[in-house]
Nanobody, 126 residues
Framework: EVRVAESGGGPVQAGGSLRLSCNVS????????IGWYRQAPGHECKLILV????????YYDDSVKGRFTISRDNAKNMVYLQMTSLKPEDTAMYYC???????????????????WGQGTQVTVSS
């Protein structure tokens, strides 16, 4: 059974950094397409950044380009989201997803596709 669990969120001041971790079990991350979504209260659930099985990294949210990076550790079967220069508008619940869906920016996250974790909250204060 595939399971995904996020960790590493928390409060941080604007300009700070956080690294979110995605612990994947039941499937190898180097054979998976893994994406990070985020959703702020009252906002759409948006796919922001992914790493594919061939290690291609694709950004789906221009607001995080140059600040967020995604990586994986095949030996640990982990995927990471490194976030720098954080802004208050980055405040959201962040979700790691195995097998993401592109082009579904809606209020409800597309949990009918892929395997989702419970999310980790990131709160950026000004």
């Amino acid at each position: 059974e595939v399971r995904v669990a996020e960790s590493g969120g928390g409060p941080v001041q604007a300009g700070g950094s956080l690294r979110l971790s995605c612990n994947v079990s039941g499937v190898a991350v180097d054979k998976s397409d893994i994406g990070w979504y985020r959703q702020a209260p009252g906002h759409e659930c948006k796919l922001i950044l992914v790493i594919n099985s061939d290690e291609r990294r694709l950004y789906y949210d221009d607001s995080v380009k140059g600040r967020f990076t995604i990586s994986r550790d095949n030996a640990k079967n982990m995927v990471y989201l490194q976030m720098t220069s954080l802004k208050p508008e980055d405040t959201a619940m962040y979700y790691c997803v195995k097998s993401y869906l592109v082009g579904y920016d809606r209020m409800d996250c597309p949990r009918f596709v892929g395997h989702w974790g419970q999310g980790t909250q990131v709160t950026v204060s000004s």
